[in-house]
């Protein structure tokens, strides 16, 4: 049974700082995409960055763009979302999600249990 454990999430100050992390367990880590999702209450998921299997290619919404960058070690099955310029929009759980190499959250199949990311102007 795959899982997901994202950590890494905090309190962050405007223009400030972050690195989620999240580890694979269970299953074939080159087997999936990896994504990361947010979502604050109320409002729909949204996606935010995908790499690929292998982790030559990374795609990012426009909103997150120039900002995140998102990593795998696939030696320590491990995913990675450096935040840097953090705004007070970025606030949401954030996702670490395994599937297809998509934006579309029906294209992943395994769901981390998210991680709190706080930007206080």
């Known amino acids: 049974q795959v899982q997901l454990a994202e950590s890494g999430g905090g309190l962050v100050k405007a223009g400030g700082s972050l690195r989620l992390s999240c580890v694979f367990s269970?299953?074939?880590?080159?087997?999936?995409?990896m994504g990361w999702f947010r979502q604050n209450p109320g409002k729909e998921r949204e996606f935010v960055a995908a790499?690929?299997?292998?982790?030559?290619?990374?795609v990012y919404a426009e909103s997150v763009k120039g900002r995140f960058t998102t990593s795998r070690d696939n030696a320590k099955n491990a995913v990675y979302l450096q935040m840097n310029s953090l705004k007070p929009e970025d606030t949401a759980v954030y996702y670490c999600?395994?599937?297809?190499?998509?934006?579309?959250?029906?294209?992943?199949?395994?769901w981390g249990q998210g991680t709190q990311v706080t930007v206080s102007s």
């Open positions: 999600a395994a599937g297809r190499y998509t934006s579309q959250i029906k294209d992943y199949d395994y």
């Open positions: 269970g299953g074939t880590f080159t087997d999936y995409a």
């Open positions: 790499a690929g299997r292998y982790g030559g290619n990374t």
